[in-house]
C-alpha cells in the first residue's frame, strides 16, 4: 500500500529553518522523481522543489531557489527538505509526492510569522 507522512512542519519566525521529512512506502523510491508541493489558504496547490532518480537534476520554484534545498534517502524511503530563511509567504501546508503522483497524504503546516 502506497503512502506518504510528512512531518516537521510548525510554527517559526521569519529567517528561521525547519526540516521537512517525507516517509513514503509501497514502492521504491529509487525509481521515481520526487516532490515536495505546498498550499497556501486559498491557493492552489503549487510545485516547490523536485529531485530526479539519480540526484543529478532539480528544481526549484523561483520564490524558493537559494533558500531551500531538497534531498532524498532511497535507502531509508524518506525525501528531505531543508527550508532556510523563510519568509511569512512560504506560509502553507507541504506535501510530498512522486512522479507519477499518488494519492496525496495529509501534509504538514508551516507557519512562518513573528
Known amino acids: 500500500q502506497v503512502q506518504l507522512v510528512e512531518s516537521g512542519g510548525g510554527l517559526v519566525q521569519p529567517g528561521g529553518s525547519l526540516r521537512l521529512s517525507c516517509k513514503m512506502s509501497?514502492?521504491?523510491?529509487?525509481?521515481?522523481?520526487l516532490a515536495w508541493f505546498r498550499q497556501a489558504p486559498g491557493k492552489e496547490r503549487e510545485g516547490v522543489s523536485c529531485?530526479?532518480?539519480?540526484?543529478?537534476?532539480?528544481y526549484y520554484a523561483d520564490s524558493v531557489k537559494g533558500r531551500f534545498t531538497i534531498s532524498r534517502d532511497n535507502d531509508k524511503h524518506i525525501v528531505y527538505l531543508q527550508m532556510n530563511a523563510l519568509k511569512p509567504e512560504d506560509t502553507a501546508v507541504y506535501y510530498c509526492?512522486?512522479?507519477?503522483?499518488?494519492?496525496w497524504g495529509q501534509g504538514t503546516q508551516v507557519t512562518v510569522s513573528s
Open positions: 509526492n512522486r512522479q507519477p503522483p499518488v494519492d
Open positions: 509501497g514502492f521504491t523510491l529509487e525509481h521515481y522523481v
Open positions: 529531485l530526479d532518480s539519480s540526484e543529478t537534476a532539480t
